[in-house]
């Protein structure tokens, strides 16, 4: 009791407390629930550790950087990584012409023409006289498989530029394209003495060498423009694909390993190796290849096919079949990828012509997006020059599947229908593809549905030995839709007349 007492009266009054004491506390207390305002997460509805590191803010790269990226990947051969670091510059610099140019030229060597189409159209909108924009036109429209656009474009950039070797040399492999020997002959002679130290030159003077046979003098320029530009892929390619039709395997072999040394993401390089080595009979090294080329791409035709080939050699139908139909499939796929136009004409209602009539009553360009087996589109728009077509065009690559959806179409003359074509679209027996006629309602619309069914391309031998395998596991049945687009690409084949004679048996 008198402890308790004793402590009670030693206890000291408290001073007041000063209010700066208190205008510091609330001070403390504000910043305690800031903090814990900031550490709430609001989709978990917890707290995140303090512990947890909050990285340092980083400067953001800029189209500079990425384009500098792209030159250095570019020169050593790395296509790939070259195409990746130009479309992250134009992300950042859409206005950059010499962007898009210069994706443009890498999409086209690559085997994306369609892609290096719509770069150069975008180079184009922002500079219509860009010489070497057309120039570069004119070489997409080539491998597209439309020479004769091709050769205007490159008349228009030497209109435009009557010194640039490049335009020459696009123009000359236009020429040949087209069968006219003479016109390219003569015209990369111009191209050369312009600049014979331009690689693009002495790759389309080998070229030019090439499809007239003389496949040694070919070699020598792929050798010449290789020099001018080291690591290039496709100069390899180019060399051992001549190296081949010289029946020297074991060089044509030693090319190829040095483009997928260059450019290992390089499926085409890959394949070419693979495909080298099933020529030598080395099956395991081919087997490796051409896994390797269909890991880098699981949709490229050509390492499929020669997959399919690896194990139908070897009596692994089982495994062939699929690959053979991927190979197929992804086959037609790549080459409707290269639809570039969609033209409506008037033509004789029930009696469509096989190639498009005189009057033309309006055309689309096909956009092809950045992933090669994605859906294309064509829309008609007005432009301002009196036509009243409008709407879209819309195909799924992978299954020919489209849909069209047209306005503004007047009633046809009687007897005509209006009709559709997709250029330079041709059916497995090679005639233009194109819609039924088509009859506008009362507004002025037209909608269709349809399919455009196999497209020229790929190789006949796929299609019948795809049919055998088929056959030696006795499925006839499932055989024959593969035989039949063998009998319409060739009806003369001998191997798809065997295989139609033992699957009907």
């Known amino acids: 009791m008198y402890l308790k007492s004793e402590s009670h009266y030693m206890r000291r009054k408290r001073p007041g407390t000063p209010f700066w004491r208190i205008l510091i506390l609330l001070i403390l207390i504000a910043g305690s629930l800031y903090l814990l305002m900031q550490l709430w997460d609001e989709e978990s509805g917890a707290l995140t550790t303090l512990s947890t590191p909050v990285p340092l803010p980083t400067p953001t790269r800029s189209a500079v950087s990425f384009s500098a990226e792209a030159v250095d990947f570019y020169r050593a051969g790395q296509l790939t990584d070259a195409v990746d670091a130009y479309q992250q510059a134009l992300d950042l610099a859409p206005e950059q012409v010499d962007l898009y140019l210069s994706l443009a030229r890498i999409s086209i ?120 530009q080291p690591g290039m892929p496709y100069l ?97 796929a790549e080459i409707r990828q290269k639809a570039t136009f969609f033209r409506v004409t008037l033509e004789t209602a029930g009696q469509i012509p096989e190639e498009p009539g005189e009057t033309e009553v309006g055309v689309a360009t096909f956009v092809a997006p950045i992933d090669s087996k994605g859906p294309l589109r064509a829309v008609f728009a007005d432009d301002g020059e009196g036509t009243s077509l409008r709407g879209y065009v819309r195909m799924d690559v992978l299954d020919g599947r489209y849909q069209i959806n047209l306005q503004g179409l007047a009633a046809p003359p009687s007897g005509q229908a209006y009709v559709g074509w997709f250029e330079p679209l041709r059916t497995a027996e090679g005639v233009p593809i194109h819609t039924e006629g088509m009859t506008p309602d009362a507004q002025g619309t037209v909608t269709l549905n349809s399919i455009t069914g196999p497209v020229k391309g790929p190789p006949i031998e796929h299609y019948y030995t795809l049919a055998l395998c088929y056959y030696f596991l006795e499925q006839c049945s499932d055989a024959q839709p593969y035989i039949d687009v063998a009998l319409r690409i060739d009806p003369d084949d001998a191997n798809a007349l065997q295989m139609m004679q033992l699957c009907g048996e």
């Open 109 to 228: 060597f690559r085997g994306r023409p369609e892609r290096g189409l719509v770069m150069t159209r975008e180079a184009l909108r922002l500079e219509p006289e860009n010489a070497r924009a057309w120039a570069i036109t004119g070489l997409a429209y080539d491998w597209l498989g439309l020479p004769d656009e091709a050769v205007e474009a490159c008349d228009k950039a030497i209109e435009l530029d009557p010194t640039l070797p490049e335009a020459y040399a696009y123009l000359a492999e236009a020429y040949i394209d087209l069968g006219n020997w003479a016109a390219a002959n003569n015209t990369i002679d111009t191209a050369l003495q312009l600049d014979e130290n331009n690689a693009d030159v002495q790759r389309n003077y080998g070229y030019i060498l090439e499809v007239q046979g003389n496949y040694t003098s070919a070699i020598a320029a792929y050798r010449k423009a290789l020099e001018l």
């Open 236 to 332: 390899y390619l180019a060399i051992g694909r001549n190296q081949q039709a010289l029946a020297d395997i074991a060089g044509a072999r030693e090319s190829y390993e040095a483009a997928a040394e260059n450019d290992p993401k390089s499926a085409a390089a890959l394949d070419m190796l693979g495909w080298t080595y099933l020529l030598e009979s080395d099956y395991d090294s081919a087997q490796r290849s051409l896994d390797q080329a269909v890991a880098a791409d699981a949709t490229y035709s050509r390492a499929l096919g020669h997959l399919a080939s690896l194990y139908f050699q070897r009596r692994n139908y089982e495994d062939a079949i699929p690959a053979f139909e991927q190979a197929v499939r992804y086959g037609e």
